[in-house]
């Protein structure tokens, strides 16, 4: 593709910074978390490790579209707050993220394309049962988006992808959903939303689409952290030099202050914080320039830019 395409009522006394024991968080963090069949030994996470501070419920009943560089609104999370989000998998790199992940006691979110799910159904199942989220990023990741498809092949290409999904899950997963290259439709976001899904763009993003080494990613996206100071992070796990800096980015968060807030999906309201009244779509002009003027939306749906982040160049796998 093209490009990487890649709330509260806060949740109370959700905050758990003391649980530091591996079994003890996974089962706290997911009431998803499913323990590891044949007495395999939990790992234990380093003594210091950076854990989650506290859990996000993302409202089953009611959809939202969220994330800055898209939407102008975005979860409501605190200064120094961070949310990791993973695109693309599962893929070659996955296993040492889901490594580094582990050793932290971290948690993420993973927007899984529905054919590298049927291809690697043993990946999903781990990424669940370590206390991931498992969400949807359509079931071929089109490298015309689906924004150049026609609405129904662009539906179909999305339910193919959640029910390849569930089958290498073997259970339901996240009603959560990103766009691939976060080309939407305003009438894909009503169905989605209106189904109770919600639509994830991202606060920032690490480029890790870009040709770079992973020192160089890692000082990109700390340097984006560190202005935004909190936000919805993606990543993409397809990409192996995501895979090298993660260890070195997630003791960079412990280190600067930084904890991890984890999402699933729940039955209370999304804590959903507006935009300012200079909002503009990071992601339009973007999309706008790799794919052309067709991919144009009405400019009442998106408006322009800010550029505050380059353009992706290169495709990505
Ligand atoms: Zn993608």
New binding site residues.
């Given amino acids: 593709?093209i490009?990487?395409?890649?709330k509260t009522p806060q949740a109370p006394a959700e905050a758990a910074p003391q649980l530091k024991p591996a079994f003890l968080l996974a089962s706290f963090v997911a009431g998803l978390f499913v323990a590891p069949s044949g007495g395999a030994a939990e790992p234990a996470c380093a003594p210091d490790a950076l854990g989650v501070s506290r859990v996000i419920d993302i409202d089953r009943a009611k959809g939202a579209a969220v994330g800055l560089q898209t939407y102008p609104r975005t979860l409501d999370l605190r200064d120094h707050e961070v949310i990791l989000t993973f695109?693309?998998g599962p893929a070659g790199p996955t296993p040492r993220v889901l490594d580094a992940l582990a050793k932290e006691c971290a948690r993420a979110t993973f927007?899984l394309?529905g054919r590298n799910a049927e291809s690697l159904p043993a990946l999903v199942k781990r990424a669940a049962a370590e206390g991931h989220t498992i969400a949807h990023?359509?079931y071929s990741?089109p490298d015309k988006t689906l924004r150049l498809m026609s609405e129904e092949a662009a539906k179909a290409d999305i339910e193919k992808g959640i029910a390849a999904v569930d089958k290498a899950l073997g259970a339901k997963s996240a009603p959560f959903f990103?766009f691939?290259?976060f080309a939407d439709t305003p009438e894909l976001v009503a169905d989605l939303t209106s189904r109770g899904y919600t639509v994830f763009g991202s606060d920032l993003w690490a480029s890790d689409w870009s040709k770079m080494t992973p020192k160089a990613e890692l000082d990109l996206v700390l340097s984006r952290l560190e202005k935004n100071r909190k936000g919805i992070v993606l990543f993409?796990d397809?990409q192996g030099i995501t895979a090298q800096m993660l260890p070195e980015f997630l003791r960079e968060l412990k280190k600067r202050g930084y904890s991890l807030v984890h999402i699933r999906p729940g039955d209370t309201p999304t804590p959903i914080v507006a935009a300012g009244p200079d909002w503009t779509s990071t992601t339009e002009p973007i999309i706008a320039k790799t794919l052309g003027p067709k991919a144009r939306l009405a400019p009442q749906t998106h408006e322009h830019q800010h550029g505050a982040q380059e353009a992706p160049k290169s495709s990505?796998p």
């Fill in positions: 593709m490009f990487p395409m890649t695109d693309d927007f394309i990023h359509s990741h990103r691939p290259g993409h397809s990505e």
